[in-house]
């Protein structure tokens, strides 16, 4: 407490020395990363020159500059070209226009680690005047940025600020004010009003954002433009405004790395004029190398009467860095003005955020100058990889290409390829600025290399091979460090040799737990150029049909096998089906590959194929249908076949492209029969199309597996009868239309599990009474319960508690007249037990019990004798029935006694 007040009179000292040193403008904090935790500071200050009633205006040869470390600096000035105001080398500062001087001072600074730190400068004295901020003379300045420093992140400097807070305008037209940000580390800007700042960071006392005569003050979020619309009194304003830098960490999230305060100022005149307006630009896209040229246009809306000179101006990241930056060429004209912006893009300004450029116009009127923002954004592309070419390696693909056209060793540079498949040969080419691989386009990310300059990549669909007969199309992607993503490569177009058989068929014929049968079908090698060579692959040929049960076995079993002397011709390899019987095909899918053989040399398999197997979840009137199935080939419909009660056989009933289907409508407790067919084909047009296969057919009943809702439950009670009446509504008449009885759920103790006490099986009757209790204290619940036995979930619980009453009288008369010879309770409700002491006035102990509805008739415990008349004491702890158990509750007093 001793040091806050101390850091008070400190301030208010401060205040006092300043009081009329009418000063500070506008400004803002901003930092550049330089190397490991040292960041260079510029505070950039906007004062007064302005000499008021003779009083020279305070200027600040130094400012203090707190790091949010706990530690600060005295930083000097180091702008302006004269230096007569400071000494010791200190430079005056840069008038920029009548009464406004612009302060830089510039330190370096280093953390001592990853934090998140609020930099910020305060000064005694705001200007004199200014009309939202009560006595701003004495309001002191303040301003402030946040560092993000995160070894995760990357280097982070802040955004710079490219036109100045200092800005006019005119009663009743919009105000606008932009400040032309740009990111250096090319992170993503966001833009939010806030308040004007004093001491601590905290908002100016009195503070309020201008009158707007019904219309309002607010920030683009997107391209920072403040708007005020409108104007309605003339002097000078602040108003304030946070531009923040937004990065993704490495979970994809988008987290705030920091943000610049920019306090700014705003002198509003009075005038006729209009503001220019500029024609908006569009945001665009370039590859980089390429040059950009683009004409922007702007006019004087004043043009009827006596128009204006119009000036253009352009500020953003294009401008400032890395080089060859861009150029902005605009003559000043009357009337309308044109600028041509060129930029000659290159590989090192090539990033993921896009570069942000803010066009100002101005007009010229002797009484205010107007202006007008737009803002355009330009994404420089990546270069696709080149020459793209693939190769077939038995059931892998082997990929090659060369670098992009940028491929830099500093800098932003590209961290990887990304490689994308398609199980089709039909091109995609990208749209204009569409980088990357859209996921519209079919493609399937599939890995990626490790480098830049790892330029090869082997596809073996995750060590499982690619599938014959398939068609495989790959396009490659270069991603750079930052996440910029390349234009996509060429496309190019695969097939595997066709020199192994391919499963064309596992359609299951009969469906029993024990003599179930599939028939299986495969296409015999391709004998053509590029696939078998039968003079280098020999006979006697051979097929072997493999086999295991399910989906995820590792040992297979042969099931049949042929052999041939030759492959084509007479005495030619020609058997390609095979019926497997004997099997289960009720309990689980069976999966085949065929191999084949030369010479008794093994020379390779197609992929394996598994059957369709069908399961079904029954449901209240329905029935849940969902299969699967593991297979080379495309499976693109599926017709479901149904056989229902009234049906000797199965018929088509619907069809869906999807791999389930619901069958609604039906009987609870009617068996449904189904089987599915599934329509398919491989992408190689040469085989034969479609494929169909039959899964299993399965049976199953609907039934009810859906509870009803729970019943609104609602309670009342009397303690004096004592009853407890329950009330519900009945779920028959909301959800459900099949409840056949409720069940009441009751503890005596409020938190402790319900039990079931009773059920009602008649819909119609929801009050229930429970009346003659001992205690109606307790909690219940209610449920229903349907016709299929589903319960559902209990209601709301709701508790009920008693009244408990326990009161002792304070005179006796034990004299034997039957009139008031007893000490006893007078009331006696809802009470457990009782521990009642009573002692004479030397403390003597002379009656106790534990009983409620105890009698006591005067006499000595010890001896069994009459007491003497007088006055004696109780203590009584009374043992209360609560909901939450038993409550003690502690009675004292006194009982005079009596002997006549």
């Known amino acids: 407490m001793l040091r806050h007040k101390f850091y008070i009179a400190f301030l208010l000292s401060l205040l006092s020395l300043y009081a009329h040193a009418t000063h500070n403008r506008a400004g803002e904090i901003t930092y550049r990363w330089l190397f490991g935790y040292t960041y260079e500071v510029k505070i950039i200050t906007y004062t007064n020159t302005n000499i008021i009633g003779g009083q020279q205006p305070a200027d600040r040869c130094e400012d203090t500059l707190y790091f949010g ?45 990853p934090g998140t730190y609020r930099i910020y400068m305060f000064d005694p004295n705001r200007n004199a005047g200014i009309i939202n901020i009560p006595n701003s003379v004495n309001q002191p300045f303040y301003i402030e940025s946040s560092l993000t420093i995160s070894t995760f992140l990357g280097q982070n400097s802040s955004p710079i600020l490219t036109i100045p807070p200092i800005d006019n305008g005119c009663v009743f037209k919009c105000f606008v004010h932009n400040p032309g940000a740009y990111d250096p580390d090319g992170d993503s800007l966001s833009y939010e009003l806030t308040t004007c700042r004093t001491f601590g960071g905290q908002t100016v006392p009195g503070y309020s954002y201008p009158s707007t005569g019904g219309g309002f003050v607010s920030v683009d979020a997107h391209n920072g433009n403040l708007t005020w619309c409108t104007p309605q009194m003339q002097g000078e304003y602040n108003l304030a405004m946070i531009i923040r830098e937004w990065r993704k960490n490495a979970d994809g999230d988008w987290v705030s790395i920091g943000y610049v305060l920019r ?45 204006d000179v119009v000036t253009l101006t352009a500020n953003g990241g294009p401008f400032v860095g890395p080089s060859p930056i861009a150029s902005f060429a605009s003559v000043p004209s009357l009337g309308t003005v044109q600028g041509a912006f060129s930029w000659q893009t290159q590989c090192v300004h090539i990033r993921k955020a896009p570069y942000q450029v803010t066009v100002k116009a101005e007009d010229n009127d002797p009484d205010v100058h107007l202006v007008d923002f737009k803002t355009f954004n330009i994404t420089v592309v990546a270069p696709p990889p080149l020459n793209l070419v693939g190769t077939p390696l038995g059931t892998y693909v082997s990929l090659k290409w060369n670098k992009p056209g940028c491929h830099l060793t500093t800098g932003n540079k590209i961290a990887r390829y990304l490689i994308y498949r398609k199980s089709d040969c039909n091109t995609w080419v990208h749209a204009p600025c569409e980088v990357g691989v859209p996921a519209y386009t079919g493609f399937v990310y599939i890995g990626q290399t490790a480098s830049m300059n790892d330029t090869t990549f082997i596809d073996t669909n995750g060590g499982n091979g690619l599938t014959q007969g398939v068609n495989y199309s790959y396009i490659v992607v270069a991603e750079y460090d930052d996440g910029a993503l390349s234009y996509a490569s060429n496309q190019t177009c ?223 009670s009397d303690c004096k009868v004592p009853t407890a009446t329950l009330r519900w509504n009945n779920p028959n008449h909301v959800c459900c239309d099949d409840a056949v009885k409720y069940n009441i759920y009751y503890t005596d103790i409020q938190d402790t599990p319900l039990q079931l006490i009773d059920s009602v099986k008649i819909m119609h009757d929801t009050i229930l009474v429970f009346d003659n209790l001992t205690s109606i204290a307790g909690c219940y619940a209610i449920t229903a319960v349907d016709s299929f036995g589903n319960e559902s979930a209990q209601s709301e619980i709701m508790c009920i508690d008693n009244c408990p009453e326990y009161e002792l009288p304070n005179v006796i008369t034990v004299n034997g007249d039957g009139v008031n010879d007893f000490f006893k309770a007078i009331k006696n409700r809802f009470v457990k037990d009782i521990d009642l002491k009573v002692y004479n006035r030397w403390g003597q102990l002379v009656y106790e019990t534990t009983d409620p509805a105890f009698n006591w008739d005067g006499k000595v415990i010890q001896t069994r004798q009459l007491c003497s008349e007088g006055t004696y004491f109780y203590v009584c702890q009374v043992n209360e029935i609560r909901v939450k158990g038993i409550t003690p509750r502690y009675l004292r007093g006194f009982v005079q006694v009596f002997h006549k």
């Open 263 to 307: 306090d700014l100022q705003v002198d509003i005149g009075s005038c006729q004029n209009e503001p220019p307006a500029i024609r908006q630009p569009h945001d665009t896209c370039v590859v980089a190398g390429t040059l950009l040229s683009m004409t922007i246009y702007a006019a004087d809306t004043m043009q009827a009467n006596q128009p």
């Open 69 to 113: 470390d706990g530690s600060r600096a005295v930083v000097p000035r180091s702008n302006g070209t004269t230096f007569s105001l400071c000494g010791s080398g200190i430079p005056d500062g840069e008038i920029i226009a009548s009464g406004i001087k612009k302060n830089i001072h510039i330190t370096t600074h280093t953390y001592p680690g």
């Open 494 to 716: 695969v097939q595997l040799k066709r020199d192994v058989p391919i499963l064309v068929n596992v359609d299951v014929q009969t469906t029993d737990p024990a003599t179930g049968s599939i028939f299986v079908r495969w296409i015999k090698p391709l004998l053509s150029a590029g696939n078998l060579d039968t003079t280098s692959v020999t006979g006697p040929y051979e097929f072997r049909l493999m086999h295991y049960d399910g989906f995820a076995g590792s040992t297979y079993t042969q099931v049949y096998s042929v052999t041939k002397p030759y492959f084509a011709g007479f005495n030619q390899l020609s058997d390609t089906t095979f019926i497997h019987s004997g099997i289960n095909t009720l309990s689980f899918a069976h999966t085949y590959k065929i191999e084949f053989y030369a010479n008794g040399q093994f020379v390779g398999n197609g992929q394996k194929a598994s059957s369709v197997f069908l399961s079904l979840t029954p449901g209240d009137n329905n029935m849940q249908l969902s299969w699967q199935h593991q297979v080379p080939w495309g499976n693109y419909k599926y017709y479901i076949y149904r056989k229902a009660p009234s049906q000797s056989s199965f018929t088509l009933h619907d069809s869906t492209a999807q791999m389930t289907y619901l069958d609604t409508g039906l009987v609870n407790g009617a068996s449904y029969c189904y089987k599915v067919q599934s329509k398919g084909q491989y992408s190689d047009p040469t085989i034969y199309r479609p494929l169909l296969n039959f899964s299993e057919e399965v049976c199953a009943k609907p039934v009810d597996l859906i509870p009803p809702c729970s019943p609104t439950l609602a309670i009342t």
